[in-house]
């Protein structure tokens, strides 16, 4: 495996402003660290094979920034970055951060094929993307809001577990996953499942529906 390093030029030693990054699809294997003032495009390093990801004390990012990164093992984040941290090998935003699509409380961003979610996240948002590995998810009674496609193509997929105080469920939030069956905690107060698909409790809507979906 290779080994890449991300870091800004800087000239004299002067700090340098926020930068950009975007458009590194498929460039790299092996251990990426990226270090320095970055904002992280949506889906900027999408499609490589990543097996550990080091982020420093300034990086921020968007959605999708890592998506179909199947490989992912490991991820790390410098104790000292407001916007980002780890846990349960999950990589969860603050508050403090401005580019993610739930800016209010812990939002989960990446997620790898043995990520657990851990309680005290709030909100998800394009964390499962292309793990082939993965055969079951748990939200936790924590979260509250679901995003917009939160787990694509993840074929082995066969079971998601939906906590009982999720009241938001996004456009598209499951796709890809032929194998895939939902539970949604029976307490919960906003949705339901039917025939493998999600119902909007309030109006009996049809929410969501599914590879395996009978309405």
Known sequence: HKNYTIKPYTHSGEKIGFFDIGACEGNFTGTLTIDGDFYLKNSSFAKNDITKLVLGERIDFGWEVFAYNDKLKKIVVDKNNPYLYVENNCLISTSQ???????????????????????????????????????????PDSVTK????????????????????V???????????????????????????????IIKKEGNVLWTAFDKSVI
Request: hydrophobic share 35%.
């Open 97 to 139: 951060s401005q580019y993610v699509e739930f800016t209010e409380g812990k939002c989960l961003l990446l997620a790898t094929n043995d990520s657990v979610i851990p309680d005290g996240v709030e909100s998800i948002s394009g964390a499962f993307y292309g793990l082939t590995k993965i055969k079951e998810i748990i939200l």
């Open 167 to 197: 009241k938001e469920i996004r456009a598209n939030p499951f796709a890809g996953c032929p194998k895939l069956n939902i539970e949604i905690d029976p307490e919960n107060p906003y949705f339901r499942v039917e025939g493998n698909c």
């Open 146 to 165: 679901i995003g917009f496609g939160i787990i694509q193509d993840c074929p082995n997929l066969e079971r998601l577990y939906i906590g009982k105080n």
